[in-house]
């Protein structure tokens, strides 16, 4: 009997994101303003759109800088998003 499995691949790369209680973003450690960070989700997307983006953010930061975050992403063409909480 033939049994068919679903394999989603692991993400090509990762970008990890976290966003800061003053709403400042950091892009693997970086900091930068959401423009910035909206056209390195951009150039990524272009060359590897499976990117998975891991979004960090503490209980203190807005709702609307998470959001501001997913949209962006959404609009460069990525729709990989983990939250990922701290120990």
Known sequence: VYKRQVVTPP???TMQIAIEAAG???L???SLNLLQLSESMRRVAQT???TELQLSAN???PYGA???VLDAAQAA???RVAFV???
């Open 66 to 68: 998470v959001v501001s």
């Open 11 to 13: 993400p090509s790369q």
């Open 24 to 26: 400042q973003f950091r």
């Open 48 to 50: 590897q759109p499976q």
């Open 85 to 87: 909480a701290a120990p």
């Open 59 to 61: 209980a203190t930061v």
């Open 77 to 79: 063409g990525l729709s």
């Open 28 to 30: 693997q450690g970086q």
